[in-house]
């Protein structure tokens, strides 16, 4: 049977497993976002809504806190991605 150390470690993998997809997620953003950083704005805001859409933690239920981290990294870049 599972003992008390199994499940945490357990749980520790899946905060490991959680960290590592934020980190994907963020380094998949970063990368975007500098490759069109000097596209007109128009088209930087459809970029970041569509980000906005697919970093969202409700349309990630099965890593919902690593996009969660990764939603909230990206929206402290708003001002200055989209700054005209």
């Known amino acids: 049977g599972w003992s008390g150390g199994s499940a945490q ?4 993998l899946a905060v490991e497993d959680s960290e590592a997809q934020a980190a994907k997620f963020i380094l998949d953003m970063e990368d975007l976002l500098s490759k069109s950083k000097d596209l007109p704005l128009v088209e930087r805001q459809q970029i970041f809504r569509d980000l906005q859409r697919r970093l969202h933690p409700d349309k990630n239920a099965a890593c ?3 996009a969660k ?16």
């Open 9 to 12: 470690a357990v749980d520790e």
């Open 64 to 66: 919902a806190e690593a």
């Open 69 to 84: 981290r990764a939603f909230q990294e990206l929206m402290q870049r708003k001002r200055s991605y989209l700054r005209c």
